[in-house]
């Protein structure tokens, strides 16, 4: 697959400033992605804040158009394949040493094929006075978003 660049990054989250241009697009993802949206939809992210699943659906928001962008088509993302990524990701978040969140996002990290997109996620994650995330959403935030890359880019 194609290296997503925080460029690409860049363009989605400045047109996401838009209103409009955010619900369009988020409506488009959910006719051509069902099982993708389903993947981060309230009933199976049911430990999230409201603010939380928002943050989840921008987050997915950006990760698939930057991918798309750059890509030109993304591949029907299939259920299955989400939850095969998603209890990989679980178990080496749970194989590091302390459940420490640093340690996890070193070892994510680690000859990791789209580093923008995961600098993404981390950076979306740090706390600031705007939005509080419980440490609890924080994890599955990062580990979902993660299996959402690792589908993307093993498809395209």
Known sequence: MIYITENT??????????QSTYDKKLHQLLIDQKDLMAFISIENQSLLTPDEAGLLEYITMILYYSAKDQCGKIINI???????????????????????????????FENYHQEDLLALVEDALQPDEEQVISTVGKEIILVTCKAIIDVIHQGN
Do not use: M, Q, R
Request: no cysteine; glycine share 2%.
């Open 78 to 108: 299939k259920g299955k394949d989400l939850e095969d990524a998603e209890e990989k990701n679980w178990e080496i978040f749970n194989s590091v040493p302390s459940s420490s969140y640093s340690k996890v996002i070193d070892k994510f």
């Open 9 to 18: 990054i860049d363009k989605y989250i400045d047109s996401f400033e838009d």
